[in-house]
């Protein structure tokens, strides 16, 4: 996942503050108006005994530069239009106050205002769009908050990716915090996508973030945020399936484990130096279909040694398919790549190493995407 590389809200005043440039983009289409002004040039003065002067391909100047240039170069430019095609007419003489050229002077300023009036127009809704983008941004930074290298005796890493093209917050959660009774993590997908999906992760995570330091049970901090779905972000019209599948993680304070309660997510994955198993859970149903289960769900504790590494992940990166529409075997590219021995299990590398492959493995659209991992030291 993208963050703008100032953190904090000093970093957010900044990017809503931020403006482009007019002009700030030197693209060829920027060199437009300048190469056509040469090329007229060049060639009227070696055809300078011609009959005709070669002014009439000024008029398209303007037009170009409103494309990328702000109001005052494009009236600068299209001035030196009108210059140049009165300084070609009057080399011959006799044509610089023929009907025809006159015409064309007239036509090069209409084009020209109007050309203004466009270039005003372009970098207005180019102000506007990025204002608003910066605001869509700095909201969903807010939301999804980068992932701490160190909490407490965890040491974490991950990366998130928007499935939607232009998004920083797609259907997949995250948050890791430090709570008086561990460090907690949760990890989980809504399904959908959209404003919808976006919405219900609000409500999941903001609960999360108040909740994971008041309860002490799993089971009943996973009621928590089922209860936050219900109340804040509801189904979405003609949508009677909204839920949540999420992993909730404790590392208790001063232990030697971590407790995992599943919501009908894909389980962990240890890597040790031994070999890479998938953990045991207890599944149940996902958040917001609780109504249908039959109570609590249970908490499953596994031992966890310093070096193991518990990897969490959403299906965008089960589910990713290859050119023969085979899934990625999430387990068995681990095993084969860390498998060896001669890998360190570091959190950082794993992560890495899952994001390249699976970029590598897919050929079709990507999903959101959420990876953690996670180690005591």
């Known amino acids: 996942m993208s963050h703008v590389g100032e953190g904090g809200a ?7 503050r931020w403006r482009p440039r007019p002009g700030g983009y030197r693209t060829w289409v920027w060199w437009l108006p300048l190469l056509l002004l040469s090329v007229d040039l060049v060639v009227d003065l070696a055809l300078f005994h011609s ?18 240039r702000s109001p005052r170069h494009t009236a600068g430019i299209t001035v ?10 009057s080399l011959r003489p006799g044509h610089f106050a023929e009907p025809h050229h006159v015409a064309m002077y007239i036509a090069t300023a209409l084009i020209g205002i109007a050309s203004v009036a466009l270039s005003r127009q372009r970098v207005r809704a180019e102000a506007s769009l990025v204002h608003a983008r910066s605001v869509a941004e700095a909201m969903q930074m807010t939301l999804l908050r980068p992932f701490p290298e160190r909490l407490g005796p965890v040491r974490a890493a991950g990366f998130y990716e928007a499935g939607e093209r232009g ?21 989980g997908d809504v399904r959908g996508k959209g404003l919808n999906a976006v919405q219900t992760v ?3 995570l903001g609960s999360f973030r108040v909740s994971a ?90 031992p966890l040694q310093t070096g193991e590494v518990i990897l969490l992940y959403t299906d965008g990166v089960s ?16 095993t084969a790549h860390f498998g060896d021995g001669h890998r360190a299990l570091d ?31």
């Open 51 to 68: 009959h005709e002067p070669l002014s009439f391909l000024l008029v398209g100047a303007p037009p170009l530069a409103a494309a990328t």
């Open 213 to 302: 330091h008041e309860w002490t049970d799993l089971s009943r901090l996973a009621e928590r945020l089922e209860l936050s779905i219900a109340r804040n972000a509801g189904a979405p019209a003609g949508d009677d399936e909204l839920f949540v599948t999420a992993l909730i993680l404790e590392f208790p304070p001063g232990g030697d484990s971590v407790r995992i309660v599943d919501r009908g997510h894909p389980s962990p994955l240890l890597l040790t130096p031994h070999g890479t198993q998938r953990l045991r859970t207890a599944p149940g149903l996902p958040l917001g279909l609780g109504e249908l289960g039959l109570g609590s769900v249970e908490v499953t504790t596994h």
């Open 202 to 204: 609000a409500a999941v």
């Open 167 to 187: 998004t920083l917050v797609g259907g997949d959660l995250y948050e890791l915090c430090e709570t008086p009774f561990g460090v907690r993590v949760v990890l």
């Open 80 to 89: 030196v239009c009108l210059g140049l095609e009165i300084w070609m007419a």
């Open 10 to 16: 000093g970093g957010i005043e900044r990017l809503l």
């Open 347 to 377: 959190p950082e590398a794993l992560v890495s190493f899952i994001r390249a492959d699976t970029d590598e493995w897919s050929t079709g659209g990507k999903d959101d995407r959420a990876v953690i991992a996670l180690t005591l030291t």
């Open 319 to 334: 589910e990713a398919r290859n050119a023969g529409g085979e899934f990625y075997p999430v387990l068995d590219r681990l």
